[in-house]
Protein backbone atom coordinates (compact mmCIF):
# COMPACT_ATOMS: atom_id res chain seq x y z
CA UNK A 1 0.00 0.00 0.00
CA UNK A 2 1.59 2.85 -1.40
CA UNK A 3 0.21 5.60 1.07
CA UNK A 4 0.40 9.21 0.40
CA UNK A 5 3.48 9.71 -2.40
CA UNK A 6 4.80 12.67 -3.28
CA UNK A 7 7.12 13.82 -5.99
CA UNK A 8 9.76 15.17 -6.67
CA UNK A 9 11.45 14.31 -3.37
CA UNK A 10 14.25 17.83 -4.37
CA UNK A 11 14.12 20.33 -6.21
CA UNK A 12 16.36 23.53 -6.62
CA UNK A 13 14.56 26.73 -8.74
CA UNK A 14 15.23 30.16 -9.43
CA UNK A 15 13.58 33.02 -8.16
CA UNK A 16 10.78 33.59 -10.65
CA UNK A 17 10.04 29.86 -11.85
CA UNK A 18 7.46 28.29 -11.57
CA UNK A 19 6.57 24.38 -10.11
CA UNK A 20 3.51 22.09 -9.17
CA UNK A 21 4.72 19.52 -6.17
CA UNK A 22 2.71 16.20 -6.82
CA UNK A 23 0.82 14.67 -3.83
CA UNK A 24 -1.50 11.44 -4.44
CA UNK A 25 -3.24 9.20 -1.96
CA UNK A 26 -4.49 5.70 -2.30
CA UNK A 27 -6.41 5.60 0.87
CA UNK A 28 -9.41 6.98 -0.03
CA UNK A 29 -9.34 9.92 2.17
CA UNK A 30 -11.30 12.76 1.75
CA UNK A 31 -8.80 15.46 3.63
CA UNK A 32 -5.54 16.58 2.20
CA UNK A 33 -3.35 19.07 3.88
CA UNK A 34 -0.45 20.63 2.44
CA UNK A 35 2.72 22.16 5.52
CA UNK A 36 5.94 23.26 5.34
CA UNK A 37 8.37 22.92 7.85
CA UNK A 38 10.97 25.56 8.41
CA UNK A 39 13.88 24.86 10.69
CA UNK A 40 12.98 25.61 14.39
CA UNK A 41 9.17 26.81 12.99
CA UNK A 42 7.42 23.45 13.04
CA UNK A 43 4.62 22.38 10.50
CA UNK A 44 2.54 25.51 9.58
CA UNK A 45 -0.56 24.95 7.27
CA UNK A 46 -0.41 26.23 3.96
CA UNK A 47 -3.57 24.92 2.44
CA UNK A 48 -6.09 22.33 3.04
CA UNK A 49 -9.33 20.58 1.33
CA UNK A 50 -11.91 18.55 2.92
CA UNK A 51 -12.96 16.56 -0.41
CA UNK A 52 -12.53 17.22 -4.28
CA UNK A 53 -13.91 20.87 -5.57
CA UNK A 54 -13.39 21.99 -1.82
CA UNK A 55 -10.06 23.77 -1.02
CA UNK A 56 -9.21 26.06 2.03
CA UNK A 57 -6.37 28.20 3.01
CA UNK A 58 -4.44 27.45 6.01
CA UNK A 59 -2.14 29.50 8.30
CA UNK A 60 0.85 31.05 5.62
CA UNK A 61 -1.02 30.40 1.85
CA UNK A 62 0.24 33.50 0.20
CA UNK A 63 2.51 32.48 -2.98
CA UNK A 64 0.50 29.03 -3.24
CA UNK A 65 -2.16 27.54 -4.83
CA UNK A 66 -4.00 24.24 -5.14
CA UNK A 67 -6.78 22.68 -6.68
CA UNK A 68 -8.56 19.35 -6.00
CA UNK A 69 -10.01 17.91 -8.82
CA UNK A 70 -10.11 13.94 -7.87
CA UNK A 71 -10.16 12.28 -4.41
CA UNK A 72 -6.90 11.08 -4.78
CA UNK A 73 -4.82 14.48 -5.82
CA UNK A 74 -3.77 17.31 -4.04
CA UNK A 75 -1.25 19.37 -6.55
CA UNK A 76 0.14 22.49 -4.83
CA UNK A 77 1.37 25.27 -6.97
CA UNK A 78 3.96 27.95 -6.66
CA UNK A 79 3.88 30.36 -9.45
CA UNK A 80 6.79 32.76 -8.33
CA UNK A 81 8.99 31.35 -6.31
CA UNK A 82 11.20 32.99 -3.59
CA UNK A 83 13.56 32.63 -1.54
CA UNK A 84 11.06 32.57 1.52
CA UNK A 85 10.13 29.32 -0.22
CA UNK A 86 13.05 27.48 0.41
CA UNK A 87 11.49 24.61 2.71
CA UNK A 88 10.55 21.41 3.37
CA UNK A 89 7.12 21.16 2.05
CA UNK A 90 5.08 17.89 3.47
CA UNK A 91 1.04 16.48 1.84
CA UNK A 92 -0.94 14.87 4.37
CA UNK A 93 -3.87 12.86 3.82
CA UNK A 94 -6.40 11.51 6.35
CA UNK A 95 -10.21 10.13 6.70
CA UNK A 96 -13.47 12.22 7.18
CA UNK A 97 -13.83 11.07 10.84
CA UNK A 98 -12.42 13.92 12.90
CA UNK A 99 -10.94 11.43 15.52
CA UNK A 100 -8.48 9.45 12.67
CA UNK A 101 -5.02 10.11 12.22
CA UNK A 102 -3.49 11.54 9.24
CA UNK A 103 -0.70 10.13 6.96
CA UNK A 104 2.01 12.11 5.62
CA UNK A 105 4.35 11.94 2.49
CA UNK A 106 8.07 11.62 2.58
CA UNK A 107 8.29 15.60 1.75
CA UNK A 108 10.11 17.51 -0.62
CA UNK A 109 13.05 19.39 -0.60
CA UNK A 110 12.47 22.55 -2.14
CA UNK A 111 15.60 25.17 -2.57
CA UNK A 112 14.77 28.24 -4.43
CA UNK A 113 18.08 30.87 -5.41
CA UNK B 1 -8.61 29.38 18.07
CA UNK B 2 -7.55 25.42 18.81
CA UNK B 3 -3.65 25.53 19.38
CA UNK B 4 -1.07 23.03 20.78
CA UNK B 5 2.02 24.75 22.46
CA UNK B 6 5.28 22.53 22.94
CA UNK B 7 7.17 24.64 25.54
CA UNK B 8 10.61 22.84 25.27
CA UNK B 9 12.43 23.07 21.97
CA UNK B 10 14.80 19.95 23.22
CA UNK B 11 15.06 17.60 26.08
CA UNK B 12 18.25 15.06 26.70
CA UNK B 13 18.11 11.98 28.71
CA UNK B 14 20.23 9.15 29.01
CA UNK B 15 19.15 5.81 27.69
CA UNK B 16 17.05 3.76 30.26
CA UNK B 17 16.25 6.17 32.04
CA UNK B 18 12.36 7.65 31.56
CA UNK B 19 11.37 10.22 29.11
CA UNK B 20 9.03 13.33 29.04
CA UNK B 21 7.90 15.07 25.59
CA UNK B 22 5.57 18.42 26.94
CA UNK B 23 2.33 19.77 24.87
CA UNK B 24 -0.16 22.15 26.44
CA UNK B 25 -3.63 22.78 24.63
CA UNK B 26 -5.60 25.52 23.79
CA UNK B 27 -9.78 23.98 22.54
CA UNK B 28 -13.25 24.53 22.99
CA UNK B 29 -15.25 21.70 23.50
CA UNK B 30 -13.25 18.09 23.39
CA UNK B 31 -9.89 17.34 22.41
CA UNK B 32 -8.89 15.18 19.45
CA UNK B 33 -5.20 15.20 20.33
CA UNK B 34 -1.78 13.68 18.80
CA UNK B 35 1.21 12.64 18.89
CA UNK B 36 3.78 12.53 16.19
CA UNK B 37 7.20 11.77 15.51
CA UNK B 38 10.03 12.74 12.77
CA UNK B 39 13.46 11.01 11.66
CA UNK B 40 16.28 12.68 9.90
CA UNK B 41 15.09 13.39 6.31
CA UNK B 42 11.69 11.35 6.77
CA UNK B 43 7.88 12.32 6.98
CA UNK B 44 6.08 12.31 10.07
CA UNK B 45 4.26 9.19 11.77
CA UNK B 46 1.67 8.87 13.76
CA UNK B 47 2.53 7.61 17.77
CA UNK B 48 -0.74 7.90 19.37
CA UNK B 49 -3.63 9.37 19.72
CA UNK B 50 -6.39 10.75 22.61
CA UNK B 51 -10.35 10.66 21.60
CA UNK B 52 -12.33 10.13 24.65
CA UNK B 53 -11.88 7.25 27.83
CA UNK B 54 -9.04 6.35 29.34
CA UNK B 55 -6.59 9.71 30.29
CA UNK B 56 -3.59 7.05 29.86
CA UNK B 57 -3.00 6.34 25.83
CA UNK B 58 -0.80 3.74 24.74
CA UNK B 59 0.94 4.13 21.48
CA UNK B 60 3.46 3.11 19.05
CA UNK B 61 7.11 1.83 20.23
CA UNK B 62 6.56 1.51 23.73
CA UNK B 63 5.25 5.26 23.73
CA UNK B 64 2.30 6.59 26.04
CA UNK B 65 0.78 9.91 26.71
CA UNK B 66 -1.43 11.18 29.67
CA UNK B 67 -4.27 12.96 29.03
CA UNK B 68 -5.33 15.99 32.30
CA UNK B 69 -8.17 17.92 31.48
CA UNK B 70 -7.48 20.26 34.37
CA UNK B 71 -4.36 21.29 33.50
CA UNK B 72 -4.66 21.23 29.48
CA UNK B 73 -2.13 18.88 29.06
CA UNK B 74 -0.88 15.91 26.90
CA UNK B 75 2.62 15.44 27.69
CA UNK B 76 4.56 11.83 26.16
CA UNK B 77 5.93 9.55 28.27
CA UNK B 78 8.27 6.42 28.08
CA UNK B 79 9.08 4.33 31.11
CA UNK B 80 13.25 3.83 29.72
CA UNK B 81 14.21 5.89 27.25
CA UNK B 82 16.38 3.90 23.68
CA UNK B 83 18.70 5.84 21.73
CA UNK B 84 16.97 4.99 18.75
CA UNK B 85 13.98 7.20 19.95
CA UNK B 86 15.78 10.12 19.42
CA UNK B 87 13.55 12.43 16.78
CA UNK B 88 11.64 15.47 16.31
CA UNK B 89 8.17 15.07 18.06
CA UNK B 90 5.10 16.84 17.03
CA UNK B 91 2.11 17.30 19.34
CA UNK B 92 -1.29 17.91 17.54
CA UNK B 93 -4.40 18.98 17.56
CA UNK B 94 -7.87 18.79 15.63
CA UNK B 95 -9.72 21.80 15.14
CA UNK B 96 -13.32 21.16 15.32
CA UNK B 97 -14.63 23.40 13.84
CA UNK B 98 -12.22 24.06 10.68
CA UNK B 99 -11.06 20.57 10.29
CA UNK B 100 -7.58 21.98 10.59
CA UNK B 101 -4.91 19.47 11.77
CA UNK B 102 -3.08 21.87 13.87
CA UNK B 103 0.57 20.87 15.12
CA UNK B 104 3.41 22.39 18.04
CA UNK B 105 6.20 23.81 17.29
CA UNK B 106 8.26 20.17 18.16
CA UNK B 107 10.72 19.02 20.50
CA UNK B 108 13.71 17.27 19.63
CA UNK B 109 14.51 14.13 21.69
CA UNK B 110 18.22 13.82 22.03
CA UNK B 111 19.07 10.33 24.06
CA UNK B 112 22.74 9.40 25.17
CA UNK B 113 24.07 6.21 25.84
Known amino acids: NAGVTQTPKFRILKIGQSMTLQCTQD?????MYWYRQDPGMGLKLIYY???????DKGEVPNGYNVSRSTTEDFPLRLELAAPSQTSVYFC????????????FGQGTRLTVV | AQSVAQPEDQVNVAEGNPLTVKCTYSVSGNPYLFWYVQYPNRGLQFLLK??????LVKGSYGFEAEFNKSQTSFHLKKPSALVSDSALYFCAVRDMNTDKLIFGTGTRLQVFP
Open chain 1, 27 to 31: MNHNY
Open chain 2, 50 to 55: YITGDN
Open chain 1, 92 to 103: ASSSTTMNTEAF
Open chain 1, 49 to 55: SVGAGIT
